[in-house]
């Protein structure tokens, strides 16, 4: 059996990573794509999964002291601070738990011989480019929460694995599906920015992935994301019309029009290309609009 500790095992991508690993499909999960053609068997991995209650990961003795004590073989590192407005005003504790407690994970996986498997975001680039994203382009975080995630991928080490995800979404977590399905079932029409692209990842789906990244441990930055690369309007009419709503009940607009305005700025193209784990032979992300309707299937 391969020993798996999860950090941040009660948070949206958490959840249902540790049901895919004890051979369950989370909610919103797809029964049969399994990136590596293999579904995952209830006795393949004896998991450890550590909330926020259990394990700070700000406390560098307390993750060591973890670490140890559990002695896995592969730490799946998700506990994160991942409020990006208001990282803008909280930027030391922000940094405390994205940059330093991704350190921590890092050096006690490395003190151990335990594998790490760390998650990042689009957020490391700017927007500039206008094709999807690749392991090597050139990154630019514009805001808090994306320095101090990159910053936590530069605390890695060159054998860790880094997993770049974008727009995550699952049922099990607070996301904007649930706040338009709510808005559909009041009657009341919602606004939605056209001039933000990007890859929507279903949390089901990028758990399988790290299920597969657990199994193959490879080292470096990978990206992983549902496809092709859309607008939050896009998305945010998908989810009406799945919950019953016409088109026009989402209105699209532009970033400049969102009031009050975020105090983060966003990549406006922050897309991410799934080559490089394609051409590794995994199969193809499923598509983000397959993802929204098994969320819809499921949430109810
Ligand atoms: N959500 C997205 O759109 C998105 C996009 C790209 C990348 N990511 C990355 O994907 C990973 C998983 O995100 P998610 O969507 O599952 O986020 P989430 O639902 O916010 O879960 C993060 C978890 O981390 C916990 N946590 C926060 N501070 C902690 C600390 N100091 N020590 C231990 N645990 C702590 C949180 O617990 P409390 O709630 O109790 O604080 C929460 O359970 C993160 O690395 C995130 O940066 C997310």
């Not at 029964?31 to 990961?57: I, K, Q």
């Not at 929507?200 to 758990?207: C, E, G, R, V, W």
């Not at 193959?216 to 998908?238: C, D, I, K, L, M």
Request: glycine share 8%; aromatic share 8%; charged share 20%.
């Amino acid at each position: 059996m391969i020993k798996v500790l999860v950090t941040g095992a009660a948070g949206q991508v958490g959840r249902d990573l540790v049901d895919v690993l004890l051979g369950y499909t989370p909610p919103g999960g797809s029964e049969t794509w399994h990136p590596d053609g293999r579904a995952v068997h209830s006795d393949e991995f004896a998991v450890v999964g550590l909330t926020h209650h259990d394990l700070d990961v700000t406390d560098e003795a307390a993750v060591h002291r973890a670490i140890r004590a559990v002695q896995p073989d592969v730490i799946v590192h998700l506990a994160a601070y991942t409020a990006v407005d208001q990282a803008e005003s909280d930027s030391e504790r922000c940094f405390a738990v994205n940059e330093r407690g991704t350190g921590y994970l890092s050096d006690a996986a490395d003190s151990t011989g335990a594998h790490l498997v760390t998650v990042s975001t689009d957020y490391v680039f700017d927007g500039a480019g206008n094709r999807p994203y690749s392991e090597s382009d050139t990154t630019n975080p514009l805001g808090v929460y994306g320095r101090s995630k990159l910053a936590g991928e530069l605390r890695c080490r060159p054998r860790d694995t880094i997993v770049r995800t974008s727009w995550v979404m699952g049922i099990r977590g607070r996301n904007v599906l649930h706040v338009i399905a709510q808005r559909v079932a009041a009657g009341e029409p919602v606004r939605f920015v056209n001039d933000q692209i990007g890859t929507p990842t279903f949390s089901a789906d990028l758990a399988r992935g790290l299920a597969t990244f657990v199994r193959e441990r490879p080292s470096g930055v990978w990206h992983f994301a549902n496809q092709p690369a859309t607008s939050w309007y896009e998305v945010a009419v998908a989810a009406a019309e799945a919950c019953g709503a016409t088109r026009d009940f989402v209105t699209p607009i532009t970033s400049g029009e969102l009031t009050p305005a975020p105090a983060a700025r966003r990549p406006s193209y922050s897309a991410l290309s799934t080559e490089k784990w394609v051409a590794a032979g995994f199969r193809e992300p499923l598509e983000w609009r397959d993802g929204l309707a098994r969320f819809f299937r499921d949430r109810s």
